[in-house]
């Protein structure tokens, strides 16, 4: 057991602690205690847990919130929630909320162990300690070195590199290192925020500024005050909005609209961007001022193929999540398979492979992965495009179901009645073109 494994134990009821503490540490886990989730969250703001056990009724702060602050953190701890006999709902919300598990109380001493070293384990290969970043090629050490450094200071940061690649995780990464860890870190899409709702949504809004402001509404950027504000996209940034966001940057202040006064505010700004910040700025799309600004501390994530020895690694951890939520039992990639990932381009990055990697699951019974697993539906539109692939009609339509079926099936975690919801079928013709279509119905 190493120090990665520390669990923290919350509950308010102090015999509680200590006797799941005395039995955990005797199994070798490293183990603090706190007496309500206000607590636990500061505690698990200084000090990397691998897993937190806690109760769902506590006082100043319960199991619940204190997951969901977790969440918003986006911290990647593992959370296993206690919850009473007979109170089976908190359980159904918290692990929708993202618990890995939880434990009715009174629970069996084993039963809990069992829970703890399953958590545990679970969360090995991922080479940083519980980091969720997967990687140990030289270019991955490095880049995460970098982004080690970029937490420690408060500067802004821009993430960039290719589709797929982990700048959102990165930037995850680096909110969950920095002191301000503690509080929230919000991510803004901005190509999904419409251009008119733009600045209310960024700033905020007081009641009666427009027809449409019934209400005062904070906006992301004081919602992300002594946090992270998170702009994945950021080249979508408005062309008027990088100038008001400019300036929050510069005054650390900030003005809803509609109001006449601006009020502080304590923001650290992480962007990320697949397109050349550089070029936008040529094209007189993106101001230089911003670009200046952000460019100070730049982290680049390489593309797959430029850290190949990532590869073998992250496929292993995808096999093992995927045949973790698809309860089968595949144990591993024939040699031909390997091979073919090292050669692949991977222009979707880390996302591609991951996705191939669920696709294969939900085609593999068991055994291994072989090339005819990976061939079933190995020809994505993309590859299709890639390759130049050229067949008759009837073939391109056959894989282009493919495609949809496994994408739908991956979307609703195998359930065929969900998929075939979303495809618009019903669930006998959903089976029908699955055998069809050579897609295991298992
Ligand atoms: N090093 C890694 N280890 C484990 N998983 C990773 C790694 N890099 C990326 N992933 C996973 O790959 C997927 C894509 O990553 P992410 O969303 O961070 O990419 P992105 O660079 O933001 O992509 P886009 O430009 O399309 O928004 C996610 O599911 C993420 O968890
Ligand atoms: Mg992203």
Redesign the pocket.
Known sequence: MNSADSILLVDDEQTILDTLSLMLREEGFPVDTAPDGETALQMAGRKDYRLIICDVVMPRMGGIELLAKLKERGSGVMVILMTAFGDITHAVEAMKMGAVDYIVKPFIIDEVITIARRACASGKGELTGGS????ESPEMLATIALLDKSAESDCAVLIT?E???????AAAYIHRKSPRSGNSLVPVNCAAIPLELFESEMFGVVKGAFTNALQSREGLVTRSDKGTLFL?EICSLPFAMQGKLLRVLESHEVMPVGSGRSEKVDLRLIA?T?KSLEDEVKAGRFREDLYYRLRVFEVHLPPLRARKTDIPL?AR?YLGRCCEKYKKRIEGFSPEVEEHFLRHPWPGN??EL?NVIERAVLVTDGGIVTMASLQQNNLAPSALRETGFVGSYKESMAQSARELILNALAHSGNDKKKAAQTLGLSLSSLYRKMEELGISTQ
């Open positions: 969720g970043i997967v990687g590199g589709s797929g690649v982990g700048k959102e995780l994945d990320a697949n992250l951890h880390v996302r991951k």
